[in-house]
């Protein structure tokens, strides 16, 4: 890292720039749009540690809009974890040489990267890295929709997608905070494994699910959205968590009126700061009782397989790339 208005200059035995790392760069002409390559290293602000990074899990929102978000050149990535290389300079945050888990601005697959000290956790040494970077974005938006429905307890919730990486946690969540949860996907191989993460039925498609539901967590959009909708019951809503589908909905809201019932269709944002939950979401993991289910995981340098993997709907689960090496 370039200090004190150092010049830059060229490691002598890699030859590489010493104020530089080695990073997946958005790059419009590369293979699924990434290429390693070399970025600036990071430079924390007060309140961020500096973070060497060991594992990053890739989510799908960030990947299917990367062409109309991401700039040429640009770190991407939003979950990791790894160990902290240097403490935040405020004090906050764990010391150097602590194991964490991190959700932040893109800049997750690479070597380093700077994290704000409350978007973090610490990772207990039962719980493997890798693991813990399928956390931040899916979990702790699973773990944010589960609660946005209210108690659940022995109430019917509705999880559209659930063989996705937020759908998985979601099922489990929602089982364990006392839901009948109903699990929906585009086809039977993708709900293998659901009824063993907490379901109570898996479905292809809505066509069989005929009484009314309390909560509908949807990440598919869409049609699907509507039909999920027409199934919520009165007191009941349904959360719009994502748009798998990359499908508009339309809803007929008069004939939503003419249904009757007072039911809420809102728009789900996942809220930070994620430390205390990815901290209870670790603590999960540690005792065995979340899965992070990993559906695809390997080398940084097959990342453009990983994403082909999980844009075409091939990955159950996360995808988790192991960086550096």
Not at 8 to 32: F, H, N, V, W
Request: one cysteine or more; glycine letters at 14%.
């Amino acid at each position: 890292m370039k200090r004190d208005g150092a010049d830059a200059a060229p490691d002598e035995t890699t030859g590489r720039d010493a104020t530089a790392m080695r990073a997946l760069l958005y790059d419009p002409e590369a293979p699924q749009g990434l290429r390693l390559g070399e970025a600036p290293e990071p430079v924390p602000h007060d309140a961020q540690a500096l973070v060497e990074v060991h594992a990053a899990s890739l989510n799908f929102g960030e990947l299917a809009y990367r062409e109309e978000r991401a700039r040429p050149g640009q770190v991407l990535g939003l979950d990791s974890a790894g160990v902290v290389v240097h403490a935040a300079a405020d004090g906050s945050g764990p010391a150097a040489g602590t194991r964490v888990v991190s959700f932040g601005p893109p800049g997750a697959w690479a070597e380093r990267r700077a994290v704000d000290t409350a978007e973090l956790a610490v990772v207990p040494d039962a719980v493997e890295l890798g693991a813990a970077s399928a956390l931040p974005g899916a979990g702790v938006s699973a773990l944010q929709a589960v609660r946005a429905l209210g108690p659940v307890i022995g109430r019917r919730v509705l999880i559209t997608g659930a063989s996705g990486g937020l759908g998985r946690f979601a099922v489990q969540l929602a089982a364990l905070a006392g839901a009948y949860v109903i699990a929906a996907v585009g086809g039977p191989q993708r709900g293998e494994g659901l009824c063993e993460l907490g379901a109570d039925e898996v479905v292809v498609g809505l066509e069989h699910v005929t009484a009314p539901v309390f909560g509908v967590l949807d990440n598919v959009g869409g049609p699907l959205l509507a039909e999920a909708f027409a199934l919520v019951e009165p007191g009941g809503s349904a959360q719009s968590i994502g748009k798998a589908s990359l499908e508009p909905t339309t809803i007929d809201f008069e004939r939503e009126r003419l249904t009757g019932g007072d039911r809420r269709l809102e728009p789900f944002v996942v809220r930070s700061p994620f430390g205390p939950d990815l901290a209870y979401l670790v603590s999960l993991l540690a005792k065995g009782r979340l899965d992070p289910q990993i559906g695809w995981r390997g080398s940084w340098e097959r990342a453009p397989e990983a994403v082909a993997a999980l844009l075409g709907r091939r990955v159950r689960g996360k995808a988790v790339l192991d960086i550096g090496g």
